[in-house]
Nanobody, 124 residues
């Protein structure tokens, strides 16, 4: 059983930055995909960025050029640096993982494990 714990959410003004982290415990799979999703009130959960164990990263168009993902190894937190934040980035952000897989997806139904989420609020 994989446990994912997010941290780093908070409140910032538009144009500001936040860094989210996702700590994964009991993570021994040789192949995996990890991702960040977000869900705003009244909206569907949407994929933000996904990263495979071989380093292939896929960003949603809405965050390209503003968000950057990094992961040194599964034992260290999956870090999402969010810059130039906009009010429309306000949402609960979730870390997700799928083990023993090749490739990644930004579809939420593809993932097996989820964290509890961390709130990001961007004010105008």
């Amino acid at each position: 059983q994989v446990q994912l714990v997010e941290s780093g959410g908070g409140s910032v003004q538009a144009g500001g930055s936040l860094r989210l982290s996702c700590a994964a415990s009991r993570f021994t799979a040789s192949s995996y995909c990890m991702a960040w999703f977000r869900q705003a009130p009244g909206k569907e959960r949407e994929g933000v960025v996904a990263m495979s164990n071989d380093g292939l990263i896929t960003y949603a168009d809405s965050v390209k050029g503003r968000f950057a993902l990094s992961l040194d190894n599964p034992a260290t937190p999956l870090a999402l640096q969010m810059n130039s934040l906009k009010p429309e980035d306000t949402a609960m952000y979730y870390c997700a993982a799928r083990l023993y897989t090749s490739g990644c997806s930004l579809e939420s139904g593809w993932y097996n494990y989820w964290g509890q989420g961390t709130q990001v609020t961007v004010s105008s």
